[in-house]
């Protein structure tokens, strides 16, 4: 593991964690707060902060609805080594 500071800023939020684990496969944000009971506008804030972050990207990024985001190699990274280590 090499992005200690990105592994932090995930792990100190527990919804964070949530969402970055649930993308498995690409979802939307309405999916995303579905899936974890989450009102959309904080599944889209924390999208938002997780794609900032280059942790995950938008397949879809010039679509105004049904974006579809997903883990980046650096997302699957972090997931991988808290699925050993939490």
């Given at each position: ?21 649930c ?60 699925e050993?280590?939490?």
């Amino acid at each position: 593991m090499k992005n200690w500071d990105l592994c932090g800023f995930v792990i100190s939020s527990g919804q964070r964690s949530k969402v970055l684990f649930c993308l498995d496969k690409p979802k939307t944000p309405s999916m995303i707060a579905k899936e974890l009971k989450l009102s959309l506008a904080h599944a889209s804030k924390i999208v938002r902060e997780l794609e900032k972050k280059k942790l995950i990207i938008c397949l879809n990024p010039n679509a105004t609805k049904g974006r579809l985001h997903k883990r980046t190699k650096i997302g699957d990274e972090i997931v991988k080594y808290l699925e050993k280590n939490l």
